[in-house]
Structures are given as structure tokens and as C-alpha cells.
DNA sequence: GGCACTAGTTGACTTTAGTCAACTAAATTA
DNA sequence: TAATTTAGTTGACTAAAGTCAACTAGTGCC
């Protein structure tokens, strides 16, 4: 009854539950769950089928069908993917987008009921489904280049400069310039900004700008607390150095801070040498990697 | 997508999924899912149907459906509640014990699959699912009498005594026996140990035994970290109050610690007032109420 | 060009879940 | 004691979800 086990199970029955009720809000529109399920997962910019199937775990003919129904309601248009005439991609059409925004403000009404419900400790409560979520979809993370500017970018540099803030009393935000100056540096051709995607929330990010002729500085490696420890920032070391690569960088140069002990094993692991300083407080060590 | 509320949509959409695959090992064993939840939650010592509806959010017609499948089956048994003879008990038979613990072992791999999958971070996961499950079953807590050396009350006392270790360098191990010296004092008709309940994970007691004629001590109030800001510990504190009342006590005494700023606060808030030392290190605050 | 493969569609079908109303029988209330 | 309420049963029904196999059409490779 008290052990890890019993407990994950009694989530389990909690959950199914309440996830259950919050599903029901898609009632009363006159379509089946599973067609409001489909909908909703259906983005205005267009949606692959396998997507679709793949993320609602759903049969082919199943999932055909149901596009079937609501692309005769008018919701939905469907189209051959260019490069391969065999895939299809879901679109919403006008109406279909109009019948999307009131799915969702049906869900955010619930989920606000939820949080309601949670009183003084939403907090926590956010920081706990997020934890599970992340551990859950931990398999399924995406590195992809975004726009610095983009605001899941800016929702990584704001988690980014909170920690840097929390760990050294002497740094001041003022010193934490949001968005990035700059920013057509960390752009291609320039340089690169890559954030790690867990299913649609930003996880961690990592960022690429020149520095000196040939040398690029790698800067704003992030990974959200819920998502330590499965190795993503050596993931996003990795990626940000192959893309460097290609690039045609020959050299990588970064500044850190010695507390960041956790960071500099990482680099240290992966070929990472220490260097002379090139930049000043509050960095106290540097380090670069040949490519 | 930062906010609150598409977090809340993330978690729903990983778990809904991710439970789903928790279910489905139900599956495999010739009966549908809803039979195989329905024979899960059947005790051995027998369940109430009214219980069962109630958990499961089911339909009269259709739990009395599943029942008298689970019956011709010979996997349970149906009884009339002695004390009421419109309500019914469901009972398992020993097939059904069997047939009940392969269920049992099933979803006790999945979730292990769970689990492994988590990795170093098993106990943030755990810690994060308490919290979710406690908060979304608040309003369901129940606080029922226990007997002081169940099981569920060693939980409570041993999680109450990680409190004090944490709290105070000077409190060492074997100061706090378990189980309870004199377990009998905390027994009707001398004394009472009430446990409050979030589904069937103990999140928080207090208990009551005699100390001088006609005044007993209030010990061991504690409550579950993931369970804290609801009002718990005063709806305990009540509970055990009224419960002395009607034992015939006309006053109560209890020792504390003033680190424990929080636990004081509500004291006073409840009519309690501070009174002379009774006891030793180390409480340093000592509080007495009349009832 | 031919062959194996992949993505998706469609028809025919079954199972599961759920609803609704009429009913029995025990308990409660007036 | 009669009327009302409550717990559960049963039959008739519908809707939703899912399965299976045959099919079309595009892709990739020898």
C-alpha cells in the first residue's frame, strides 16, 4: 500500500479519472471524442497523417476514417505531401479552425478548473506534471534550429538568466539583455540557435554565434530541471557542435563559471580543453574544442 | 504553449496515453477492460457495489452487467450487506483471488516498466504522482481510526520521525522507537490513532492517549509534505479533539517545538493556549486546551 | 521495367461502452 | 401502514472504437 508501485497505480486511477472528465469537455459538440481528439491535434499549418496516428496511437483505418468524417464536415482538407505523393497532410480549413479555437478554449476552461482546485499550490502542481511528462516522453526529444527571437527561444533564455541569477548575487538582470542583441548572429548563416523539444514544450536549448575568424562561441546552454540527468545536454553539446562543423568553424570557445560543476565535467568528457580568458565577469573559466 | 494551462494539455495528452498503455496490460487475458478494473478493485474481504460505482464512475446497469459476468465467470461472489439488504457486496472467490493476483502482477510489471524507465530520477516521479493524485483527491480525504501498529500507521510515524531528524541534530534514531512503546495507550477505550486518507495512501495522522486523569496528549500530528496547505491538520486536530470529548477527557496537553512556527500558529488559532513544561528535550513549548 | 515495399483508403465486421426505462425489493418517512 | 425513496437488476437499444483484409497508388531499388 505505501510502496512506489502502489502509489504510481493510485495516480494511475486518479488520473485516468480526472483526464477522463477533462476529455468529456470535447463532448457536446455533436462529434466523438476521438474526432474531437483528431481535430485538435490537427495544426492550422498542416498535420502528417503518420503524425497523427503515431501521437493518438491510432489504427490506419481508424484514423482515415475519422479524417474521412470530418473533412466531410468541411473542417478539414486533406493533401498529398509534395515529396512523397504516398503521405497525406491534414489541414484546417476556415471553419476548421473556427471549430479548433473552441476545442480549446473547452479544454483551457477545464484545465483552469483544474488549477482552481490546486489553490496556493499550482506551482508545484505544474512543476509535477511537467516532471512526469518529461520522464515519460523522455525517448521522444526533438533538437530542432528555431529563431532566436521565437518565443519559445525567449522562454528558454528567460529559465536560462533565472538560474544565473539564483546562483551569483552579483549578477543583476539588467545584465541579461531579453531578446539577445545581436540576434542575426545566432541566425543562419551566422550562427545557430537549436531548442530540444519534449513533445510541444521547450526543454532546453542551446546556441551557436562567431566569435573570431574561424571560431565560433557556443553560449545559453539550458536544460529545464525536470529533464536533468538523461544526458539532453550532452545531446545538445553534440548537435550544436556538428552544426558548427558544417558550417566550416574550426575551432569552439566557452565561457563558464566554475560552480556550474555539473557543465564543465560535461565539456571536459567531451574534449573540452581549458583556454586563456576572452571575456570577463562573471565568467572564471574558458574552454575551446577543435573540430 | 508556455503557459499553465498547455503544460496541464501536455501532461494530459503523455499520461492519457501513457496510462492507456498501463491499462492495456490488463488486456490479453480474455475479458474487457472494464472487467478486469472492476475484478482490480473487488477486495477479498468484499466491496460494496455502491463502492465500486463510485470509483469507477460507472453506471448502475452496467457495473450490475460487469458484476454478473464477473459472477457466471466464477471469478466473484455477490452477497447482501447484512445491514442493509438493498445494497450489495461483491466478494471474490478463490478463483478470483488467483485470477485477481495475475492482474495484480500485471500492472505491477507495467508500472515497474515505468519506473525503470525514470531511471536515477524514481523518486522525483514518485513524489511528483503523490502530489498530483493528493491534490486532484482533496476533497475526498478521509480520516478514519487505525489501530497504532497497521502498517499504514508505521508509515505515518516513521515519515513524522524523518520530520524531527530532519528538523534537529540533536534527535537521534533511537529516540523514536517504532513501533509505538505502550501502543495500547493509543487504543480505544484509553486512547485513539486516526489516520487521514487520500484514496488508499496515508497522508497524515494524530493520536491521543491518556496522560493524567482526565486530561490526555495530543502526539505524532503530521502530514503528508505533498498534502500540506488544505486545512488537513486542523480537520485532525478537530477530529481528534471531538474524539477526546467523547471519550469523557475535559482537557488535552501537548508538547511541540517552536520551529515548527507553522503547527503552533494553528494551535493558538484553535483555542489552544500555552501552559508550564510537562515534558523534556525536545519539545520547548507546551500548549493545553479545555474541552 | 519489374518487384517489393510503404502510406493510406475502403468495406464488412465485432466488441465494448454506455444509455434508458421498466422493474423488484428493501429502507425510510409521514 | 401507506407512500416515497434508494439500491440494484434486466432488457432493448445505440454509438463508439477497433479489427481485418482487400485494395489503390506512389516510392525505391535492382
Same mark, same amino acid.
Not at 475519422?66 to 489541414?91: H, K, M, Y
Not at 574561424?214 to 550532452?234: F, H, M, S, Y
Given at each position: 500500500?505505501?510502496?512506489?508501485?502502489?502509489?504510481?497505480?493510485?495516480?494511475?486511477?486518479?488520473?485516468?479519472?480526472?483526464?477522463?472528465?477533462?476529455?468529456?469537455?470535447?463532448?457536446?459538440?455533436?462529434?466523438?471524442?476521438?474526432?474531437?481528439?483528431?481535430?485538435?491535434?490537427?495544426?492550422?499549418?498542416?498535420?502528417?497523417?503518420?503524425?497523427?496516428?503515431?501521437?493518438?496511437?491510432?489504427?490506419?483505418?481508424?484514423?482515415?476514417?475519422?479524417?474521412?468524417?470530418?473533412?466531410?464536415?468541411?473542417?478539414?482538407?486533406?493533401?498529398?505531401?509534395?515529396?512523397?505523393?504516398?503521405?497525406?497532410?491534414?489541414?484546417?480549413?476556415?471553419?476548421?479552425?473556427?471549430?479548433?479555437?473552441?476545442?480549446?478554449?473547452?479544454?483551457?476552461?477545464?484545465?483552469?478548473?483544474?488549477?482552481?482546485?490546486? =489553490?496556493?499550490?499550482?506551482?508545484? +502542481?505544474?512543476?509535477?506534471? %511537467? @516532471?512526469? &511528462?518529461?520522464?515519460? /516522453?523522455?525517448?521522444?526529444?526533438?533538437?530542432?534550429?528555431?529563431?532566436?527571437?521565437?518565443?519559445?527561444?525567449?522562454?528558454?533564455?528567460?529559465?536560462?538568466?533565472?538560474?544565473?541569477?539564483?546562483?551569483?548575487?552579483?549578477?543583476?538582470?539588467?545584465?541579461?539583455?531579453?531578446?539577445?542583441?545581436?540576434?542575426?548572429?545566432?541566425?543562419?548563416?551566422?550562427?545557430?540557435?537549436?531548442?530540444?523539444?519534449?513533445?510541444?514544450?521547450?526543454?532546453?536549448?542551446?546556441?551557436?554565434?562567431?566569435?573570431?575568424?574561424?571560431?565560433?562561441?557556443?553560449?545559453?546552454?539550458?536544460?529545464?530541471?525536470?529533464?536533468?540527468?538523461?544526458?539532453?545536454?550532452?545531446?545538445?553539446?553534440?548537435?550544436?557542435?556538428?552544426?558548427?562543423?558544417?558550417? =566550416?568553424?574550426?575551432?569552439?570557445? +566557452?565561457?563558464?563559471?566554475? %560552480? @556550474?560543476? &555539473?557543465?564543465?565535467? /560535461?565539456?571536459?568528457?567531451?574534449?573540452?580543453?581549458?583556454?586563456?580568458?576572452?571575456?570577463?565577469?562573471?565568467?572564471?573559466?574558458?574552454?575551446?574544442?577543435?573540430?
Amino acid at each position: 500500500m505505501l510502496d512506489a508501485i502502489a502509489r504510481l497505480r493510485r495516480f494511475n486511477r486518479v488520473v485516468t479519472r480526472e483526464i477522463g472528465a477533462l476529455d468529456t469537455s470535447y463532448l457536446g459538440r455533436g462529434r466523438p471524442l476521438s474526432s474531437a481528439r483528431v481535430l485538435q491535434l490537427v495544426k492550422a499549418s498542416g498535420t502528417d497523417v503518420a503524425e497523427l496516428r503515431n501521437r493518438l496511437d491510432l489504427d490506419t483505418g481508424l484514423l482515415s476514417r475519422l479524417l474521412r468524417a470530418l473533412e466531410t464536415e468541411g473542417l478539414v482538407r486533406l493533401e498529398t505531401d509534395p515529396t512523397d505523393g504516398r503521405r497525406r497532410i491534414a489541414l484546417l480549413t476556415p471553419a476548421g479552425q473556427a471549430e479548433w479555437q473552441i476545442y480549446d478554449q473547452l479544454g483551457h476552461a477545464k484545465a483552469q478548473q483544474v488549477f482552481d482546485h490546486a =489553490g496556493p499550490r499550482q506551482d508545484a +502542481l505544474i512543476a509535477a506534471m %511537467d @516532471l512526469i &511528462a518529461t520522464v515519460m /516522453l523522455q525517448d521522444q526529444v526533438e533538437i530542432r534550429d528555431a529563431d532566436p527571437n521565437d518565443p519559445a527561444a525567449l522562454h528558454c533564455l528567460s529559465a536560462y538568466f533565472q538560474i544565473l541569477l539564483a546562483m551569483n548575487a552579483a549578477i543583476t538582470p539588467s545584465m541579461l539583455p531579453l531578446p539577445l542583441p545581436d540576434s542575426e548572429k545566432y541566425r543562419p548563416p551566422q550562427g545557430a540557435f537549436l531548442i530540444a523539444w519534449s513533445d510541444d514544450l521547450p526543454i532546453g536549448c542551446v546556441s551557436l554565434h562567431p566569435l573570431e575568424p574561424g571560431i565560433a562561441e557556443v553560449k545559453r546552454l539550458w536544460v529545464d530541471p525536470t529533464a536533468r540527468g538523461q544526458g539532453l545536454a550532452r545531446r545538445l553539446m553534440r548537435a550544436i557542435e556538428s552544426r558548427a562543423r558544417d558550417m =566550416g568553424f574550426i575551432g569552439l570557445k +566557452l565561457d563558464s563559471h566554475t %560552480d @556550474l560543476a &555539473a557543465a564543465i565535467a /560535461l565539456y571536459r568528457s567531451d574534449g573540452w580543453l581549458e583556454t586563456a580568458p576572452y571575456t570577463g565577469f562573471p565568467a572564471n573559466i574558458w574552454m575551446a574544442k577543435r573540430l
